[in-house]
């Protein structure tokens, strides 16, 4: 798909030009970016539904490897209907379009994405939107890290750090929730303190949003990995990079 830089869309003003009650589907991938993107779309617009993409060969997310089952959990627990579909990547553009259009159809106006600072993402969704006659929407795209704190903790998004880049960060943080303490830690590391050079991913157990939350366990084994179970879901292991 030959991108056109005449279709390339400013996200710049996107969410605050999102009218009040729109109908909208999020691109869901269970982390707090996501969450927290839903969590502001859903105080102008009305959610329809989650998104997320599956690996068609390991049958986990492509997002951050966890488990779909724990996907799934965090749909019913966010009381939201959940659309997967399989990633492959020779078909992933045309599958994109033909999900999205297929929402379209259906009445949606636009789609709540997580990203914060990664254009490359914006430019391809921005036109595989517009192809399909959706607004991409970026409710968290170039606010401080600092502002993004303080919502996460205005919205009371909990949420475990369940997979991390060993090159970038110490394995003794798998397990820690990322709350205000860690993120300061993490500012002191000189790191990137929302994982946007992929120093870490997060898991979100609970949240303002969230009509309960999710029971979980985590076991740190020896080689680091973490088990984390959805009520009896014991098989929802979340590998380091």
């Not at 056109?4 to 970016?33: H, V």
């Not at 105080?43 to 329809?48: A, L, R, Y």
């Amino acid at each position: 798909m030959k991108m056109e830089s005449s279709m390339i869309f400013d996200p710049s003003n996107s969410f605050i030009e999102m009218p009040s009650g729109e109908p909208f589907i999020c691109s869901f991938s269970g982390g707090k970016d996501s969450v927290l993107a839903l969590s502001l779309a859903c105080e102008k617009g009305i959610p329809k539904g989650l998104i997320h993409w599956s690996d068609k060969i390991r049958k986990t997310s492509i997002f951050h490897e966890q488990s779909i089952a724990i996907v799934k959990q965090q749909a019913i627990s966010l009381g939201l209907p959940l659309t997967i579909s399989s990633f492959s990547p020779k078909e992933h553009r045309l599958e994109l379009l033909r999900l999205y259009e297929n929402f379209a159809a259906q009445g949606i106006k636009s789609i709540i994405f997580g990203d914060i600072y990664l254009l490359d993402s914006v430019k391809l969704q921005s036109i595989l939107c517009q192809k399909a006659g959706l607004v991409p929407r970026y409710p968290l795209w170039h606010k401080s890290y600092d502002d993004l704190m303080r919502d996460i903790i205005y919205y009371n998004i909990k949420s475990i750090i369940s997979r991390i880049n060993i090159r970038k960060l110490a394995s003794n943080w798998l397990g820690a929730e990322f709350n205000q303490k860690v993120y300061h830690e993490f500012l002191k590391l000189n790191i990137d303190p929302f994982g946007e050079n992929g120093e870490y991913h997060t898991t979100v157990v609970d949240g303002k949003i969230f009509k309960k939350p999710l029971t979980y366990t985590i076991n740190t084994t020896e080689n680091t990995s973490i088990n984390l179970s959805v009520h009896s879901l014991l098989d929802n292991t979340l590998k380091l990079i």
